[in-house]
């Protein structure tokens, strides 16, 4: 009942930066939590950020706080991942994910809808 598919990956060198886009279609509201995770090759999937569908507030792992920003736009049904000073640890596939539940998980276990990812790769 939602379908989730992201764009904006791509191939950079460390420090540059990249704009994730996440569009959301199907039956959404905006008291769901959205939000980002990645996996890299050999790698569990891990939690990037996520914005509450409750409070609102956005959620960062401590890998990537100060350097990403998560944003949403209700009206695009649309959330966003602005990344800079990318490093090659960054290097994965970014997944966007919704939550019915509207609370901000950081086990990828408890979202209920996932896109198809887009890759990031970082040279050094």
């Known amino acids: 009942q939602v379908q989730l598919v992201e764009s904006g990956g791509g191939l950079v060198q460390t420090g540059d930066s990249l704009r994730l886009s996440c569009a959301a279609s199907?039956?959404?509201?905006?008291?769901?939590?959205m939000g980002w995770f990645r996996q890299a090759p050999g790698k569990e999937r891990e939690f990037v950020t996520a914005?509450?569908?409750?409070?609102?507030?956005?959620y960062y792992a401590d890998s990537v706080k100060g350097r990403f920003t998560i944003s949403k736009d209700n009206a695009k049904k649309a959330v966003y991942l602005q990344m800079s000073s990318l490093k090659p640890e960054d290097t994965a596939v970014y997944y966007c994910?919704?939550?019915?539940?509207?609370?901000?998980?950081?086990?990828?276990?408890?979202?209920?809808?996932w896109g198809q990812g887009t890759q990031v790769s970082v040279s050094s």
């Open positions: 994910a919704l939550s019915l539940s509207g609370i901000v998980y950081y086990d990828p276990s408890r979202y209920n809808y």
């Open positions: 199907g039956r959404t509201s905006s008291s769901y939590s």
């Open positions: 914005i509450s569908g409750r409070d609102k507030s956005p």
